[in-house]
């Protein structure tokens, strides 16, 4: 049985990693200035990465294209994952590092 301890330090062994991929991470607060959420944000090649954390138990991730206009409520989105904190970002650590492949053949007209 893993305790509350060890998947604090799982999760932050994770968080750490996100943070070398080049994930960028802010707050949201509530009107109160209460922490809602922490929110991580990396761009890069086509598409965009967001992972929110709200809580050990709730947490999602999303991959979407670049051109997304709001990463908060986007409207196409290419994967989703939501559950626990170590199995979702477990599984946005799994998705290939680069662009969706084929897009930029076809970006480019081949």
Request: proline content about 4%.
């Amino acid at each position: 049985m893993t305790s509350s301890a060890d998947t604090q330090r799982d999760s932050d062994a994770r968080l750490r990693e996100l943070m070398a991929r080049g994930f960028q991470f802010m707050q949201s607060t509530d009107s109160r200035g209460e922490l809602r959420a922490l929110v991580g944000v990396r761009g890069h090649d086509n598409v965009i990465d967001v992972v929110r954390l709200e809580s050990e138990d709730h947490v999602t991730a999303t991959r979407m294209p670049s051109y997304e206009e709001n990463v908060f409520e986007p409207s196409t989105t290419w994967w989703h994952s939501s559950g626990q904190v170590c199995d979702v970002i477990d599984r946005l650590l799994e998705l290939p590092d680069d662009h969706t492949p084929g897009s930029l053949l076809v970006a480019a007209g081949l």
